[in-house]
T-cell receptor, first 115, second 113 residues
């Protein structure tokens, strides 16, 4: 039973570029949430996708966008990269939206470095 | 403002000792309180989830408590092991159509032999 998988594991970009991160949820899960985790900090909620729609969004600019596909996998896109976007990007999956008390299962993240 | 504060920021203990991590939360409307363990370079792993009606929940050597009146939670680790070295993150869930999770900054625990 595969857990949450994210790709790539590491990525280096330069300022102004665009990046796409990918996430496959745990088998049987239909909800995907994305988080940004700066070094030494807790994860910050970016947004949540359920039934292929963005359902909740944290305090992130429009440069951060996403998509959920019919197979429940998801992408996070970040445009016009800034140095401050350097972080670990975590994907978490769950069942039935965050309205349930079900635990989220996290992937091991994509480490994004902006030069 | 919804927020979660954890203390201490970091902690060093000897193998076999017990420890307690603290969490104060301001989350409204409140849905549940979660504790996660995050090993270095890995994603967080869920330890416990408690609703307002639950005041204690255990997962092996980990026991979480919740006081909904004072909005405090604690995570007690019994007979610590080297593998317990990690960050422990307290998370408050805001109730709504699609709940939102508010993460604390975590407590970094180091267990030394």
């Amino acid at each position: 039973d595969a857990g949450v998988t994210q790709s790539p594991t590491h990525l280096i970009k330069t300022r102004g570029q665009q990046v796409t991160l990918r996430c496959s949820p745990k088998s049987g899960h239909d909800t995907v949430s994305w988080y940004q985790q700066a070094l030494g900090q807790g994860p910050q909620f970016i947004f949540q996708y359920y039934e292929e729609e963005e359902r909740q969004r944290g305090n992130f600019p429009d440069r951060f966008s996403g998509h959920q596909f019919p197979n429940y996998s998801s992408e996070l896109n970040v445009n016009a990269l800034l140095l401050g976007d350097s972080a670990l990007y975590l994907c978490a999956s769950s069942l039935g939206g965050l309205g349930s008390n079900q635990p989220q299962h996290f992937g091991d993240g994509t480490r994004l470095s902006i030069l | 403002k919804n927020q979660v504060e954890q203390s201490p920021q970091s902690l060093i203990i000897l193998e076999g000792k017990n420890c307690t991590l603290q969490c104060n939360y301001t989350v409204s409307p409140f849905s549940n309180l979660r504790w996660y363990k995050q090993d270095t370079g890995r994603g967080p792993v869920s330890l416990t989830i408690m609703t307002f009606s639950e005041n204690t929940k255990s997962n092996g050597r980990y026991t979480a408590t919740l006081d909904a009146d004072t909005k405090q939670s604690s995570l007690h680790i019994t007979a610590s092991q080297l593998s317990d070295s990690a960050s422990y993150i307290c998370v408050g869930s805001v109730s709504g159509g699609y709940n939102k999770l508010i993460f604390g900054a975590g407590t970094r625990l180091a267990v030394h032999p």
